[in-house]
């Protein structure tokens, strides 16, 4: 499995935009979907957009409208852009193999921490 580093995060202002990075070891061609993840303290992971390779997209209801996922297989990443951002969206942000993360045993990157406060 490709290992996945993120980054981008940081501490904004609500209605403030991140720009996330998800950079893989090695080519992400082969995987169908690629998603982005996020836990609060407290609170068990979620899985908040998805991309497949032929680059259609889905997003869970809280971000819909708000965040957007992309993914660009030359350069082995995917990106998150996030705008309008609420307090209830701080939390660890994490990238994974859609298909890989539901394993208890599945390899989490470091993640990137995003904070939305005033």
């Known amino acids: 499995q490709v290992q996945l580093v993120e980054s981008g995060g940081g501490l904004v202002q609500p209605g403030g935009s991140l720009r996330l990075s998800c950079t893989a070891s090695g080519s992400i061609l082969s995987i169908n979907a690629m998603g982005w993840y996020r836990q609060a303290r407290g609170k068990q992971r979620e899985l908040v957009a998805t991309?497949?390779?032929?680059?259609?997209?889905k997003y869970a209801d809280s971000v819909k409208g708000r965040f957007t996922i992309s993914r660009d297989n030359a350069k082995n990443t995917v990106y998150l852009q996030m705008n309008s951002l609420k307090p209830e969206d701080t939390a660890v942000y994490y990238c994974n193999d859609v298909g890989l993360a539901p394993n208890p045993d599945a390899y989490w990157g470091q993640g990137t921490q995003v904070t939305v406060s005033s």
């Open positions: 991309i497949i390779r032929a680059g259609s997209t």
